[in-house]
């Protein structure tokens, strides 16, 4: 079946470094790409989407990237900050017609003073 | 604000027991899934229903059934619990469609199967 693949599984930085998570995905059909985030004991949210007509966006220090020729899209987190620590969830949405996301295993984020 | 809402946030059953996990959502959307989350496989779809009385099978069904005969109500049965069955459970509500909306998350059940 269609997947997404996302790494690293976790990744530690220091504070007010830079961190990437790079995720893959395998329907071609896919047109929309929401990132997650799950900070401990909590319920994932949303803090950023990509839609396949766009290259790029950015929202004060997150942004995400999309290659769809390479079916591959990334979070950068700039300027990283101890409250960015948190489980980090890439996703697509399947064609099909249905409304259906598919995940990917997750990034555990860890931010160090 | 969006609101799902889970009935129960820990429990504890026996080997064999049906359980029944409720979620509720107060804004009118029309999709509700089920998710299961265990570390290392993320959020992996089990269920999940576009309309009242309709569902359709995610990518891990077995072992689980769905009921949705409201729109604010979506349960998740376990006819036969097993330990393997152990696990995170995370009901969510989509505002829109899976093009231009955003899943809302409840807060999870974590049930534990002895």
């Known amino acids: 079946g269609e997947n997404v693949e996302q790494h690293p599984s976790t990744l530690s930085v220091q504070e007010g470094d830079s961190a990437v998570i790079k995720c893959t995905y395998s329907?071609?059909?896919?047109?929309?790409f929401p990132w997650y985030k799950q900070e401990l004991g909590k319920r994932p949210q949303l803090i950023i989407d990509?839609?396949?007509?766009?290259g790029e966006k950015k929202d004060q220090r997150i942004a995400v990237t999309l290659n769809k020729t390479a079916k591959h899209f990334s979070l950068h987190i700039t300027e990283t900050q101890p409250e960015d620590s948190a489980v980090y969830f890439c996703a697509a949405n399947l064609s099909g017609g249905y409304n259906k996301l598919i995940f990917g295993a997750g990034t555990r984020l860890a931010v160090h003073p | 604000d969006v609101k799902v809402t889970q009935s129960s946030r820990y429990l504890v059953k026996r080997t064999g027991e049906k359980v029944f996990l409720e979620c509720v959502q107060d804004m009118d959307h029309e999709n509700m899934f089920w998710y299961r989350q265990d570390p290392g496989l993320g959020l992996r779809l089990i269920y999940f229903?576009?309309?009242?009385?309709?569902?359709e099978k995610g990518d891990i069904p077995e072992g689980y059934s769905v009921s949705r005969e409201k729109k604010e109500r979506f349960s998740l049965i376990l006819e036969s619990a097993s330990t393997n069955q152990t696990s995170m459970y995370l009901c969510a509500s989509l505002q829109g469609t899976a093009y231009t909306g955003e899943l809302f998350f409840g807060e999870g059940s974590r049930l534990t199967v002895l």
């Open positions: 229903s576009y309309d009242v009385k309709m569902k």
């Open positions: 329907d071609s059909a896919s047109n929309y």
């Open positions: 990509i839609r396949s007509n766009v």
